[in-house]
Antibody
């Protein structure tokens, strides 16, 4: 069974940093692109970043470029999102998601999400 | 970036009704269109990919159609479990972008 379990969310002050983790199990982690998607309270879904199977390609939404870094540790079946210079508008539930095999960008499996609140 | 526009933003329907949700892309995305269902407090659930292919274990009352810029999600006979918010998403180009969502409520 595919499982994605996010952790690392919490309350942080504006300008602060946070590192999210996603522990993956139930599939061969090294054969999938992985993504982070966020959802602000009461709002819609926004794709944040994704990373290729071997970590050699990474892409970001414009609003987080230069502040967020996606990475993965294939030996530990883990995905990460390092978030720096956090702003109030980064407040959201952050989901880890896995592509459907062979369909890049089609997000076939999602974790339960972790809440990040940026507030003083 | 490709803009995705859903209509309506919300709708009220009864159990057994046929429901149709539209999704329009700002440029052609061929058939790189996915649909998700989300219930309050839960993660999105993957329903349909490449416009019309049902993910495994998704009930056959759900169907998708369209290509180019115009797409449709249809629920042939609305069931109590289907009351939720539905999102379309294009995976043709980076960044992948979502529609604003359509909330299906009980009439």
């Amino acid at each position: 069974e595919v499982q994605l379990v996010e952790s690392g969310g919490g309350l942080v002050q504006p300008g602060g940093s946070l590192r999210l983790s996603c522990a993956a199990s139930g599939f061969t982690f090294t054969t999938y692109w992985m993504s982070w998607v966020r959802q602000s309270p009461g709002k819609g879904l926004e794709w944040v970043a994704n990373i290729k199977e071997d970590g050699s390609e990474k892409y970001y939404v414009d609003s987080v470029k230069g502040r967020f870094t996606i990475s993965r540790d294939n030996a530990k079946n883990s995905l990460f999102l390092q978030m720096n210079s956090l702003r109030a508008e980064d407040t959201a539930v952050y989901y880890c998601a896995r592509d459907k095999f062979g369909y890049r960008g089609a997000l076939g499996y999602w974790g339960q999400g972790t809440l990040v609140t940026v507030s003083s | 970036d490709i803009q995705m526009t859903q209509s309506p933003s919300s709708l009220s329907a009864s159990v057994g009704d046929r429901v149709t949700i539209s999704c329009r892309a700002s440029q052609s995305i061929y058939n790189y269109l996915n649909w998700y269902q989300q219930k309050p407090g839960k993660a999105p659930k993957f329903l349909i990919y490449v416009a019309s292919t049902l993910q495994s274990e998704v009930p056959s009352r759900f169907s998708g159609s369209g290509s180019g810029t115009d797409f449709t999600l249809t629920i042939s006979s609305l069931q109590p479990d289907d009351f939720a918010t539905y999102y379309c998403q294009q995976s043709y180009s980076t960044p992948p972008t979502f529609g604003q969502g359509t909330k299906v409520e009980i009439k």
